[in-house]
Structure formats: C-alpha cells, structure tokens
Nanobody, 129 residues
Framework: QVQLVESGGGLVQAGGSLRLSCAAS????????MGWFRQAPGKEREFVAY????????YYQVSVKGRFTISRDNAKNTVYLQMNSLKPEDTAVYYC??????????????????????WGQGTQGTVSS
C-alpha cells in the first residue's frame, strides 16, 4: 500500500499562487491514478482534480479549471497541484489521493471520495482577501 504525504500549503493573498506536493512511499505512484480533494470548514469534502497513471488524462472540477494544474513525476514518486489565481473560496485542507482504477478516460469521471483507496493527512491552504 502506498503512503502519501502532502506539503506546500500556507497562507497567500487572493490572486496569488501555491504549489502543493504529494510525496509517495511504499509503492510506486505509477500504479495509481492520483488526485486531489479539498475540504473547507463546515463543508463536505470535494473533488479537485485527478491525473491518470501515464499523465495522458487529467480532469478538473469546473471551479478550478484554468487556474489549477495537476502533474506527476513518476520517477520522483511525486504528484503536484499548481494553484494560480487563488480565491478566498479556495481556502481548505487539501488531500492527496490514490486510486487503483483499471481504466481512466472515456465518459466516466472518478470524482467520488469513496472511489479512492489511499489518502494523505492533508495540508492547509488559506487564501486571504
């Protein structure tokens, strides 16, 4: 089983950027579709983005598309989330996730938290207005 540790969270002003990293250990991330979820205070956990094992396929929540970019470096066993043009509503704990899906692409999108097998402990990202 892979273990995930997030880093890179912090406090930034609206319009700024943060780059989150997710370092994996125990198993290669190349075996997994990797993603990010987030949870704001008083709200349910929500999907942010995912990237397929080969990085050919990415998918984003509508509210972050064009501002966030997910990427992966399988050689470094690390996944990234570059967040630009941040808004106060992006304030949340961000979780890195791994899913062992047999196929990614087509018309089905893996956006449910229950579909992901492994979760990191989360990193706080705060955007001030």
């Amino acid at each position: 089983q892979v273990q995930l540790v997030e880093s890179g969270g912090g406090l930034v002003q609206a319009g700024g950027s943060l780059r989150l990293s997710c370092a994996a250990s125990g198993r290669s991330v190349s075996s997994y579709t990797m993603g990010w979820f987030r949870q704001a205070p008083g709200k349910e956990r929500e999907f942010v983005a995912y990237i397929s094992r080969s990085a050919i396929t990415t998918y984003y929540q509508v509210s972050v598309k064009g501002r966030f970019t997910i990427s992966r470096d399988n050689a470094k066993n690390t996944v990234y989330l570059q967040m630009n043009s941040l808004k106060p509503e992006d304030t949340a704990v961000y979780y890195c996730v791994a899913g062992a899906f047999s196929r990614v692409g087509g018309q089905y999108y893996y956006t449910r938290a229950s579909e992901y097998d492994v979760w990191g402990q989360g990193t706080q990202g705060t955007v001030s207005s």
